[in-house]
């Protein structure tokens, strides 16, 4: 199919749109109202420009843009060229649509939590949507490359939203790993593939001219630019800035997974496959033991979803959970781009939007729990989903959808990839079963993380809750209430939210016997000022005077009266218990070498940092977890709560989120003390019936409407995805895309 070129400037204007809304929210700062009213308008008009295309698209029509040649080169001069072609319209339609459901649900979100620089937070926000459409529409890799640096810029502010130390470090971490690493690997790319062929133009079934290049530099240049992509789209062990950012707001977090970034390096990918050098190249491409270029790029596509898929399953922290769950998502889609043959690049492009719109519907639940009941952490939901029926209802829809269960948008694009897998073990190469192995396996992994979260929401009670062995305890599980000031009712544990040891009063940290409000890691007699010598002595007097009196009453006669035979008593010669150097009996406590005085070694320098919070392996129950709860505040003094808090303050690591943060009023200079106040009030969680839900009971429309609206998508792509024209769309692409022998069956 040839397709019929129109110069027009309206891939342009969707570029633009923007930009100029950014300068009136910015303009706006002191009316929210107006600030986002342009933020909404600005997302309509966008959107409706995108669709104003697609008709002629679908047609086979390109529209282009073109601001003319600005760099003279070897060959052909390199132009600052938009393009609106089929793959561009798939990526476009896609980011436009979802960024108006994103609007809504920003809106309710930063005011439902009271969110300072919010005017910051639209602008980026509007900006980081320039850049987008900026990557789905560019013309050649040097434009496509200009537009990715603009995006991580613009979501730079967004992912470091909270400012806090936490905040800034993901910030640099995610410029680190995208701009100035994968940055780097696409302009090298680039210049590379400029050499070998002459142009960096886009074409149809890749550059006719690199075909006749060099083969090992060709295979260079193929995986600096898919490494440099993959970078956005978290392939392993490139990942690492993707669970950081999870500090950022949960609308970011949607930004991040589902509209924008990492979607914009799977394009990158897709672009560089079906573009750049072509399926049929990037099949021949040989490498020893009979793999070609696309089989290596589907083997880091497998091991990253199976590695992260299993990551994912320890995860506690709701929103790292979903963070892995993507970096194993989008890897479905660098493994079906390596599959040579129609129904593999099919499935490959269709998990594009299916990803989008369950994974949103992901995220912006896991928003609406915190927004609604300050709740992160997976083993604090027992029973929420009678208090938020509809938010846990639809993550559920949106669960089963990510596991592949029919009639749900990722059994289309999954089933795509496992016949284009199976036809290519046929047809070419037995390799491609082992991909196929990881689909499946990768299948049974996504329940296996998902089911925790449905069955501890709907099929658990607050007063019982059940450990989940992969989650959180050693195999064969624990039943523990999370109910707020009750623990499972050990021994004297007073208001303990930690699976206290016996006299562990308001302890949340594990504490060892007789630590009354210890948030440091628990040490012995912690709640007394460490070094305090008078208590030392007093306690060797007690036990002296303990001692004296049993020695009087050995002397006494009134012991033969009262019948008390001495043999009777375990253990009561004196001489079996232990003494020091002075004689002075001084039981001997003493479980190992440690001197717990000081903070145990750090055994991790990420999630695992034993002396700060409790790692995601081995979470403890119920409000508190590393820092006081509501609960534990009231069972002690004010005094006492205040000592605590000073030590426990320093206590979040990077598992912490701006979800753990954000639920408080105090927005003081220590931003980094605040505790975590989730899981279910004294009483368990209030119950919220049917009808009272669609009435709004459960939470603000402006968070309930966007999650109904993509868990709705979800479905509609699952049932009828021809209609919806992205399947429509994507046949176009692969059709125009593969040899004339490898097309549609």
């Not at 806090?164 to 593939?193: C, H, I, N, P, Q």
């Not at 509809?390 to 999954?414: E, Y």
């Given at each position: ?12 204007l969707?570029?633009?749109?923007s ?8 303009a ?18 966008k959107?409706?420009i ?40 798939l ?38 949507l ?14 496509i ?25 993901a ?9 100035f ?9 680039t ?21 006749n290049?060099d ?6 240049a ?10 956005k789209?978290?392939?392993?062990p490139?990942?690492?800035w993707l669970p950081?950012?999870?500090?950022a ?10 509209v ?24 021949n ?10 089989l ?7 091991i990253?979803?199976t590695?992260?898929s299993l ?6 922290h ?22 040579f043959?129609?129904y ?12 989008a719109?369950?994974?949103?519907t ?12 300050h ?21 559920t ?39 196929v192995g ?9 329940i ?14 607050e007063?019982a809750?059940d ?6 305890f050693?195999l ?12 499972g009712?050990r ?7 930690d ?25 012995a007699?912690?709640?007394k000022?460490?070094g ?20 009087d ?9 009262d ?8 253990d ?21 070498e440690?001197?717990f005085?000081?903070?145990a ?8 940092a ?26 002690e003094?004010?005094?006492a709560v ?24 105090d ?5 980094d ?25 459960e ?5 309930l409407?966007?999650?109904?609206a ?7 792509l ?27 069956p």
């Amino acid at each position: 199919m040839t397709d019929a070129v129109l110069s027009d400037p309206r891939p342009l204007l969707a570029v633009l749109v923007s930009f100029v809304a950014a300068f009136l929210i910015v303009a706006s700062y002191r009316s929210p109202n107006v600030r986002e009213g342009w933020t909404l308008v600005a997302s309509l008009v966008k959107f409706g420009i995108v669709a104003s295309m697609l008709p002629a698209v679908l047609d086979g029509a390109v529209f282009e843009w073109s601001a003319g040649a600005f760099l003279p080169g070897i060959g052909a001069p390199i132009e600052f060229a938009l393009r609106a072609d089929a793959l561009g319209m798939l990526f476009a339609f896609l980011a436009s649509g979802l960024w108006i459901i994103t609007s809504f649900y920003s809106i309710g979100y930063m005011r439902g939590l009271d969110e300072p620089n919010q005017t910051r937070y639209f602008a980026a926000f509007a900006v980081s949507l320039a850049a987008t459409m900026g990557i789905a529409f560019a013309g050649n890799l040097v434009t496509i490359f200009v537009f990715y640096e603009l995006l991580s810029i613009a979501t730079y502010p967004l992912v470091a939203h909270d400012e806090t130390a936490e905040a800034r470090s993901a910030g640099r971490k995610y410029l680190a790993y995208t701009m100035f690493g994968g940055g780097v690997l696409v302009l090298a790319g680039t210049a590379l593939v400029y050499l070998l062929a002459g142009s960096v133009d886009f074409t149809a079934g890749g550059i006719a001219a690199l075909a006749n290049a060099d083969p090992g530099l060709a295979m260079l240049a193929f995986f600096l630019l898919a490494i440099g992509f993959g970078v956005k789209a978290g392939i392993m062990p490139l990942h690492q800035w993707l669970p950081e950012a999870m500090v950022a707001p949960t609308p970011v977090s949607g930004l991040l997974h589902a509209v924008a970034v990492v979607k914009s390096g799977a394009f990158g990918v897709s672009r560089v496959v079906l573009d750049v050098f072509g399926p049929e190249l990037v099949y021949n491409l040989s490498l020893p033991f009979g793999f070609s270029a696309g089989l290596v790029l589907s083997t880091i596509g497998a091991i990253t979803l199976t590695a992260a898929s299993l990551i994912a399953l320890r995860k506690d922290h709701l929103k790292r959970r979903l963070a892995y769950s993507t970096i194993s998502q989008l890897s479905y889609i660098i493994l079906g781009l390596g599959l040579f043959g129609w129904y593999g690049l099919v499935g490959a492009l269709l998990h594009i939007p299916a990803h989008a719109f369950m994974k949103l519907t992901l995220f912006f639940c896991a928003g609406n729990i915190h927004v609604s009941t300050h709740t992160d952490y997976i083993s604090q939901m027992a029973g929420i989903g009678k208090r938020m029926p509809l938010t846990m209802g639809a993550f559920t829809i949106a669960s089963l959808g990510m596991a592949g269960i029919p009639l749900l948008a990722g059994f289309v694009s999954k089933y795509y990839m496992l016949i284009g897998g199976v036809r290519m073990g046929m047809n070419f190469t037995p390799v491609a079963y082992y991909l196929v192995g990881a689909l499946l396996l990768s299948g049974v992994l996504n329940i296996a993380y998902f089911w925790p979260v449905i069955y501890t929401a709907f099929f658990e009670a607050e007063d019982a809750h059940d450990a989940k062995p992969l989650v959180d305890f050693p195999l064969g599980g624990e039943s523990r209430s999370i109910v707020a000031a009750t623990d499972g009712g050990r021994g004297d544990d007073h208001a303990a939210t930690d699976g206290g040891r016996g006299d562990d009063h308001a302890a949340t940290d594990g504490g060892r016997g007789d630590d009354h409000a210890a948030t440091d890691g628990g040490r012995a007699g912690d709640d007394k000022n460490e070094g305090d010598d008078d208590d030392v002595e007093e306690s060797a007097d007690d036990v002296d005077d303990i001692v004296a009196d049993a020695g009087d009453a050995d002397d006494s006669p009134s012991d033969a009266a009262d019948g008390v035979d001495e043999s009777d008593i375990p253990d009561a010669d004196l001489d079996d218990l232990p003494t020091d150097e002075e004689g002075v009996v001084r039981p001997d406590f003493a479980a190992s070498e440690r001197d717990f005085s000081e903070p145990a070694e750090r055994v991790d320098t990420g999630d695992y940092a034993v002396d700060q919070r409790p790692s995601d392996a081995d979470v403890p129950f119920g409000p508190g977890r590393g820092d006081l709860g509501d609960d534990a505040e009231a069972a002690e003094p004010d005094s006492a709560v205040d000592e605590s808090r000073g030590s426990a303050g320093s206590h979040d690591d990077g598992d912490e989120s701006h979800d753990d943060d954000d639920d408080h009023d105090d927005h003081g200079d220590d931003h980094d003390s605040h505790h975590h106040d989730g899981g279910p009030p004294a009483g368990g969680w209030k119950h919220i019936a049917g009808l009272d839900a669609l009435r709004g009971r459960e939470s603000t429309w402006f968070t309930l409407g966007p999650i109904l609206a993509s868990m709705t998508l979800a479905v509609l792509l699952g049932v009828i995805p021809y209609e919806m024209g992205f399947l429509e769309l994507i046949e176009l692409i692969v059709d125009t895309r593969l040899p004339e022998g490898v097309v549609r069956p």
